[in-house]
């Protein structure tokens, strides 16, 4: 079956160390998405991808990147951890349509602490 | 202000009640409505789509007032399995797929 998968499920690293969150789709999907998710702000976009070698800043970029090199993967590096990125990380994707909208299909999540 | 507000509750409702959350929205340019359910500590999954005209499916209805900017959903004959956290989204406008994510309306059903 098609599916979404990220890993690490878990991580702990300190402040200042790179750290990357891998992100895998195997439903052939163009756009691609990372959300963190912190209490009392929601989900909130970091990065997103619409195909191949397209990257385009969300509402919370700062300190983070991405790049996608294939149609499944969409990696989220961290350049230099810091406390404030402590969060819960979703990635998701969709296909790609002549609709505006098409329902965005998450991940299990990234549960990330920054010592 | 923030674009989407929820109530954040928690409603506790015992099982077989009607419950219903609210939603507003401040981007007038926003196209499309959704509400997607979170299990604890679990991804956001499609609940389902909002409609202008209003929609059903099985116990649940939602509605859309875009002059007051405001969604709903309605959850008839609660179960204990409806428990779960209840995100308000709304697209940014046409052509993207941006969303944005309302802090979501906990509902706890008992029995």
């Known amino acids: 079956d098609a599916e979404i998968t990220q890993s690490p499920r878990h991580k702990i690293t300190e402040t200042g160390r790179q750290v990357t969150l891998a992100c895998h789709q195997t439903?052939?999907?163009?756009?691609m998405f990372w959300y963190r998710q912190d209490l009392g702000h929601g989900l909130r976009l970091i990065h997103y991808s619409y195909g191949v070698q397209d990257t385009n800043k969300g509402e919370v970029s700062d300190g983070y990147s991405v790049s996608r090199s294939n149609t499944e993967d969409l990696p989220l590096t961290l350049e230099s951890a810091a406390s404030s990125q402590t969060s819960v990380y979703f990635c998701?994707?969709?296909?790609?349509?002549?609709?505006?909208?098409?329902?965005?299909?998450f991940g299990p999540g990234t549960r990330l602490t920054v010592l | 202000r923030k674009e989407v507000e929820q109530d954040p509750g928690p409603f506790n409702v015992p099982e077989g009640a009607t419950v219903a959350f609210n939603c507003t929205y401040s981007?007038?340019?926003?196209?499309?409505f959704f509400w997607y359910r979170q299990d604890c500590r679990k991804e956001p999954k499609l609940l389902m789509s909002v409609y202008s005209s209003g929609n059903e499916d099985g116990r649940f209805t939602a509605q859309l007032n875009r002059a007051s900017q405001y969604i709903s959903l309605l959850i008839r004959d609660s179960k204990l399995s409806d428990s779960a956290t209840y995100l308000c989204?709304?697209?940014?406008?046409?052509?993207?797929?941006?969303?944005?994510f309302g802090t979501g309306t906990r509902l706890l059903v008992s029995p």
């Open positions: 981007n007038s340019a926003s196209q499309s």
């Open positions: 998701a994707s969709s296909p790609r349509t002549e609709r505006s909208y098409n329902e965005q299909f």
């Open positions: 439903w052939n999907h163009n756009n």
């Open positions: 989204v709304v697209n940014r406008g046409t052509g993207f797929q941006k969303l944005v």
